[in-house]
């Protein structure tokens, strides 16, 4: 069983940063892969990135691409996702997932576990 608690959004400005970190219990989270989606209102959850248990590879949707970077830190069993050039479109709340295979994978479905999410917030 793995526990996911997500935190780190808030309210920012279009342009602006954020960091979004997922902290893990379960000892088995080290070999798993992780995602982070959003669902912005009356709006399907969707991709946004995945990362490999190892960390060596990662992958990203095309509206994120060069903007939002993933990583994980095996020490403090934690995911991140860090957001730069935030844009009005990337509001919604980000949950970050655990899927028990070694596959980078893109659907919601294919995930095993989900944190609660936090709610991230883009002004124009």
């Known amino acids: 069983q793995v526990q996911l608690v997500e935190s780190g959004g808030g309210v920012v400005q279009a342009g602006g940063s954020l960091r979004l970190s997922c902290a893990a219990s379960?000892?088995?989270?080290?070999?798993?892969?992780m995602g982070w989606f959003r669902q912005a209102s009356g709006k399907e959850r969707e991709f946004v990135a995945a990362?490999?248990?190892?960390?060596?590879?990662?992958y990203y949707s095309d509206s994120v691409k060069g903007r939002f970077t993933i990583s994980r830190d095996h020490a403090k069993n934690t995911v991140y996702l860090q957001m730069n050039n935030l844009k009005p479109e990337d509001t919604a709340v980000y949950y970050c997932?655990?899927?028990?295979?070694?596959?980078?994978?893109?659907?919601?479905?294919?995930?095993?576990?989900w944190g609660q999410g936090t709610q991230v917030t883009v002004s124009s």
């Open positions: 997932a655990a899927d028990r295979t070694h596959l980078l994978r893109v659907g919601a479905n294919e995930y095993d576990y």
């Open positions: 990362i490999s248990w190892s960390g060596a590879r990662t």
């Open positions: 379960g000892r088995t989270f080290s070999s798993y892969a």
